[in-house]
């Protein structure tokens, strides 16, 4: 069964973890000096937050496949979406190995999909991402839902 993912970029890690750990009633189940994550089953979320690595707010949003089966599924689906693909392969990024893929929604938002195969001693490193944001055109200001 996949997971959804949301990654945030947060100033204060300490002030961060104490909302979120309140918000969702539950300490995170991963925790460095620059990152923390839940892995919450209600909602199914793999929520994470991170200190120096991108400007505050939402810095991704993805799915996790928990077998390279369902990967190979949600990454069909990202390319039936005739969006731009960035399959990055095996890679070390937030603290996990990971085989992945990213592209953007219509409006510039970064998703990535992923099948997390080990834990990693380092944070590692997400690409240069600014390649598929550039494809979108700008949101209108003053539009709404």
């Not at 961060?16 to 892995?39: E, H, N, Q």
């Not at 400007?55 to 990967?71: C, F, R, V």
């Amino acid at each position: 069964m996949k997971r959804l993912h949301v990654h945030v970029g947060v100033t204060d890690l300490g002030q961060s973890i104490a909302f979120y750990s309140a918000l969702f009633g539950s300490a995170p189940t991963l925790v460095r000096d620059d990152y923390a994550k839940w892995m919450l089953d209600d909602p199914r979320v793999n929520f994470a937050i991170s200190q120096g690595h991108a400007a505050p707010g939402i810095e991704h949003l993805g799915i996790q496949a928990e077998t390279p089966e369902e990967l190979a599924e949600v990454t069909a689906r990202i390319a039936a979406a005739d969006r731009p693909v960035l399959a990055q392969g095996e890679t070390s990024c937030c603290y996990a190995v990971s085989e992945k893929s990213w592209t953007s929604d219509p409006q510039g938002e970064v998703w990535e999909a992923f099948h997390t195969m080990a834990q990693a001693r380092t944070y590692g490193q997400s690409p240069s991402l600014e390649a598929l944001t550039a494809m979108t055109p700008a949101a209108k200001p003053g539009t709404c839902c």
